[in-house]
């Protein structure tokens, strides 16, 4: 009996030496068990981890770097303040962090980085197609042409800092049909002509207790700190506020289906002398469930707090709408807070300035 209890706990530790793999360590000066963050992973099979100790790392095989479809965990020793790498990309001369483009799902885990410089069309921070990796605790800025892109995938984008990155769509993340989940991470002072901190179209996605703010939204038209386009979506319990832009400059929405409940919207405000409609929240088409949000000091076109261009398709209720700003009412028929529609709204101040419907 001894012996059989013997060699079960034998077996179960080969067991779980083989699921937890190999560490391979990564040094800046390339004197760890291999020369580069690249030589890493390809040295690495599944469920290995490849570990990458502090210092600010740069050129062949320490950027462009590709997970080649393998369920590995690459993730910084010491974190994002000691760990960076350095994209260096410029314009003639492209280069990003990070690319998922074979199949990777969510057991390919990267962590614990600062991602900087990126330079490179379609993602220069991070470059996500047809894969699913975790995006986990890193900080993407100062990239170019965005901070994460995402093209038909189901990423886990979760407790990031993206900051200071620009694009023409999508200046922190941009989703194209896609089905990623963006959650709890801080998305602020990004820029780009669509969407400023997030940009989705043709997507199901979730995006849910983020702090989205101070993005913006400045030649275009289209939220400043959220654009949803054709598809499905989901905005719980975030915080989306002192993004400016022209036209539903908190979350814009067009032709989709869309839940905002529990978020803080405010103090999200137009551009001077160009304020379209919605300062919170502008709803174009589609279905729009706005419910049990605090949607406050807001200010646009038509409506400062809310605008539908739908709205007998609309459900809002149950908000708070208070002290925000419209700049002018134009032809769209107002709705007072007596109005069916808005009758389970508490504390709506200056009904004619918080919510404003024009029909398409």
């Excluded at 004197?31 to 290995?48: F, M, N, P, V």
């Excluded at 969510?106 to 993602?123: A, E, K, P």
């Excluded at 400023?196 to 979730?206: A, E, K, Q």
């Excluded at 989205?212 to 905005?235: E, H, M, Q, R, W």
């Amino acid at each position: 009996m001894r012996k059989s209890v013997l060699l079960s706990f034998v077996l179960i530790l080969i067991f779980s030496t083989a699921i937890q793999g190999t560490t391979r360590y990564i040094k800046v000066d390339g004197s760890g068990d291999q020369s580069t963050i690249q030589a890493g992973i390809d040295a690495s099979s599944t469920g290995d981890t490849v570990l990458v100790g502090p210092g600010t790392f740069t050129g062949t095989g320490n950027r462009d770097i590709n997970f080649s479809g393998k369920a590995i965990v690459v993730m910084s020793e010491m974190g994002t303040d000691s760990t960076i790498i350095d994209c260096q990309g410029s314009f003639g001369d492209e280069h990003r962090g990070f690319n998922f483009t074979s199949g990777e799902d969510s057991l390919s885990v990267l962590q614990g980085f600062t991602i900087m410089n990126g330079y490179y069309d379609n993602g220069g921070g991070i470059h996500c197609v047809d894969s699913s990796p975790t995006i986990h605790e890193n900080v993407i800025t100062s990239c170019y042409n965005g901070g994460i892109y995402c093209n038909r995938t189901f990423t886990i984008i979760k407790n990031n800092l993206i900051y200071d990155n620009s694009a023409g769509f999508g200046g922190g993340i941009y989703c194209l049909e896609d089905t990623s989940a963006i959650t709890g991470n801080e998305i602020l002072n990004n820029w780009s002509n669509d969407g400023g901190g997030i940009w989705c179209s043709s997507s199901l996605i979730d995006i849910t207790g983020n702090v989205i703010k101070n993005n913006n939204d400045p030649l275009s038209s289209a939220g400043g700190g959220i654009y949803l386009g054709s598809g499905t979506y989901s905005v719980i319990s975030n915080r989306i506020e002192d993004n400016q832009g022209i036209v539903g400059i908190g979350i814009y929405c067009t032709n989709s289906d869309v839940i905002i409940r529990y978020d803080t919207l405010q103090d999200n405000r137009h551009y001077p002398q160009s304020g379209g409609p919605g300062g919170g929240i502008y709803c174009y088409g589609g279905n729009c469930i706005i419910e049990h949000n605090i949607i406050t000091g807001n200010s646009g076109g038509n409506g400062g707090g809310i605008s539908l261009s739908s709205p007998d398709t609309a459900k809002v209720r149950y908000n708070q709408i208070i002290g925000n700003d419209a700049i002018r009412m134009g032809p769209c028929k107002l709705f007072e807070s007596r109005e069916r529609s808005l009758s389970s709204n508490s504390e709506l101040y200056n009904p004619t300035q918080g919510i404003a419907g024009c029909p398409s």
